[in-house]
């Protein structure tokens, strides 16, 4: 058996033989103590728990404002790649058109007769 401080009932200077030994010596049990209560009052004022929560992530962003232009009216993504090429969309079925047009309604002129002199 080995002697252990007891707190119980006595002062921490005395010493007495216990059954089994403590799990942790008291110098180990203390700064867990004070961990749970919060841990040492600081002189300074200073708090670690509030500086922590302040720089963590932002709750405003002071930004917001100045870049919401970004995602709003003509500028949002879908204006923006519908505005790339304004008149490609009408010149395409327009070209078609023409090309329909051609095809059925003009005549090929500058074919004729070849087939008769074709060797």
């Not at 708090?47 to 232009?69: C, L, T, V």
């Not at 008149?87 to 051609?102: D, I, K, Q």
Request: proline fraction near 7%; glycine fraction near 8%; aromatic fraction near 12%.
């Amino acid at each position: 058996m080995l002697p252990t401080r007891c707190d119980s009932d006595t002062t921490t200077s005395n010493w007495r033989v216990q059954d089994s030994p403590p799990l942790l010596p008291e110098h180990h049990i203390v700064p867990v103590l004070r961990a749970a209560q919060g841990g040492k009052a600081n002189i300074t004022g200073f708090s670690m728990r509030a500086f922590k929560e302040a720089a963590g992530s932002a709750r405003y962003d002071p930004w917001e404002r100045a870049d919401a232009w970004r995602t709003q009216g003509p500028f949002t993504r879908w204006n923006r790649f519908r505005n790339t090429l304004p008149g490609l969309g009408t010149a395409t079925v327009l070209f078609a058109g023409y090309c329909t047009y051609e095809h059925f309604f003009m005549q090929d002129e500058h074919h004729h007769g070849e087939e008769a002199a074709h060797h």
